[in-house]
Nanobody, 116 residues
Framework: VQLVESGGGLVQPGGSLKLSCAASGFTFSSYGMSWYRQAPGNEREWVARITSGGGVTYYAASVKGRFTISRDNAKNTLYLQMNTLKPEDTAVYYC??????????WGQGTQVTVSS
């Protein structure tokens, strides 16, 4: 199982970024997927989740209306479109394979920094 995030970087407040998570080593379309984030000194927090088929999404209150989770099962890729970014969105963002049985799986993370 491999999950590789990309798309992070430095962006000004109010700006946008789109994160990607390339999945391999498993049947991507069979699993729900989530995005989490962890800011320095804070615990890792859940950001958004999408069902295996992509038909249902869930968001943390802090990002609802600004972030959009999506997936392309043909490309084995998970996305997180982040708009109207705020300094408090600064964190390492991780994709996570929601387990069906056994443990979940994490990517290595991508840094997002929101600063002027």
């Amino acid at each position: 199982v491999q999950l590789v995030e990309s798309g992070g970087g430095l962006v000004q407040p109010g700006g946008s970024l789109k994160l990607s998570c390339a999945a391999s080593g498993f049947t991507f379309s069979s699993y729900g997927m989530s995005w989490y984030r962890q800011a320095p000194g804070n615990e890792r927090e859940w950001v958004a989740r999408i069902t295996s088929g992509g038909g249902v999404t869930y968001y943390a209150a802090s990002v609802k209306g600004r972030f959009t989770i999506s997936r392309d099962n043909a490309k084995n890729t998970l996305y997180l479109q982040m708009n109207t970014l705020k300094p408090e969105d600064t964190a390492v963002y991780y994709c996570y394979r929601v387990p069906i049985t056994g443990p979940g799986a994490w990517g290595q993370g991508t840094q997002v920094t929101v600063s002027s």
